[in-house]
């Protein structure tokens, strides 16, 4: 079946830029819509954006200049830069797979999350 | 403050039914499909209903989802201890482009 793993550093400095990578294996990721979710400590779940597998984006405005996600069909992974980063930022990021027809919100599988602090 | 509205907590006893209700707007739930996600503490997320009123395989038809208006609601029936978590709703809103949830539901079984 289908598993995500993200990876990246657990501790990035303030200003610095994060880089996430979320794996795809048991499957191809050429299909679906894949997604990039967050949850700040004891909060709710806030939506970063998508990318397909053709390298289309959509990002939540709140972070449009901040973030970019791209997909690497030969390594069957896509990716997730964030820039300019503040201590809003610390989270445990989650990528998913969005089996929606339009990248719609059908989460139906989830990488066990990445926690990330920003901090100096 | 979360775009979709969520109790914070609901608390019921075992082999009771409990509602969650989540209420949104025009532009979300009342054009959108509704999502019901459920996690446990220092778990991912899961995928609990979709479109409304659709179960995954593998999900207990104990759960189940209804939507009217711009409101939607996930019940519980047969309470299990098991089911203690927390459970945040979800939906594509138009207006803002992106997926929004509800602030989070923490169920508690007496």
């Known amino acids: 079946q289908v598993q995500l793993q993200e990876s990246g550093p657990g501790l990035v400095k303030p200003s610095e830029t994060l880089s996430l990578t979320c794996n795809v294996s048991?499957?191809?990721?050429?299909?679906?819509?894949w997604t990039w979710l967050r949850q700040s400590p004891g909060k709710g779940l806030e939506y970063l954006g998508y990318?397909?597998?053709?390298?289309?984006?959509n990002y939540n405005p709140s972070l449009k200049s901040r973030v970019t996600m791209s997909v690497d069909t030969s390594k069957n992974q896509f990716s997730l830069k964030l820039s300019s980063l503040t201590a809003a930022d610390t989270a445990v990021y989650y990528c998913?797979?969005?089996?929606?027809?339009?990248?719609?919100?059908?989460?139906?599988?989830w990488g066990q999350g990445t926690k990330v602090s920003v901090s100096s | 403050q979360s775009v979709l509205t969520q109790p914070s907590s609901v608390s019921e006893a075992p082999r009771q039914r409990v509602t969650i209700s989540c209420s949104g707007s025009?532009?979300?739930?009342?054009?959108?499909?509704v999502y019901w996600y459920q996690q446990f503490p220092g778990k991912a997320p899961t995928l609990l209903i979709y479109?409304?009123?659709i179960l995954p395989p593998g999900v207990s038809d104990r759960f189940s989802g209804s939507k009217s208006g711009t409101s939607a609601s996930l019940a519980i029936s047969g309470l299990q201890s098991e089911d203690e978590g927390d459970y945040y709703c979800?939906?594509?809103?138009?207006?803002?482009?992106?997926?929004?949830f509800g602030g989070g539901t923490k169920l508690t079984v007496l």
């Open positions: 998913a797979r969005d089996q929606s027809s339009y990248g719609s919100g059908t989460f139906d599988i």
């Open positions: 048991g499957g191809s990721i050429s299909t679906y819509y």
């Open positions: 990318v397909y597998y053709t390298g289309t984006t």
């Open positions: 025009t532009s979300n739930i009342g054009k959108n499909a």
């Open positions: 479109y409304d009123d």
């Open positions: 979800a939906a594509w809103d138009d207006s803002l482009n992106v997926v929004v």
